[in-house]
């Protein structure tokens, strides 16, 4: 069964910036599309990005031109990259499988607050 395990996250001040890793294993990473998505307390969960095994890649506009999606596929890891961060960041962010059906991580809490 495929497994992925999120890391990276924490407090951070708002302005400052964090990076997600996601690491897969029993899967053939470099083939599949990957997301982030992240929920936060009291709402649903949403998609922040999407990558492609192609490489391209999709944001959810509230994080256009702050967070970065990438993969290392000799690594089997996915990144989110996130600067900028504002108090609406804190959530806790699940990478992935943009499969069906569809793999999930644990989670990682990411908590942006003064």
């Known amino acids: 069964q495929v497994q992925l395990g999120e890391s990276g996250g924490g407090l951070v001040q708002p302005g400052g910036s964090l990076r997600l890793s996601c690491a897969a294993s029993?899967?053939?990473?470099?083939?599949?599309?990957m997301g982030w998505y992240r929920q936060a307390p009291g709402k649903q969960r949403e998609l922040v990005a999407t990558?492609?095994?192609?490489?391209?890649?999709s944001y959810a506009d509230s994080v256009k031109g702050r967070f970065t999606i990438s993969r290392d596929n000799a690594k089997n890891t996915l990144y989110l990259q996130m600067n900028s961060l504002k108090a609406e960041d804190t959530a806790v962010y699940y990478c992935s499988t943009e499969t069906a059906p569809r793999y999930w991580g644990q989670g990682t809490q990411v908590t942006v607050s003064s």
């Open positions: 990558i492609a095994a192609s490489g391209s890649t």
């Open positions: 029993r899967v053939i990473f470099s083939i599949y599309a």
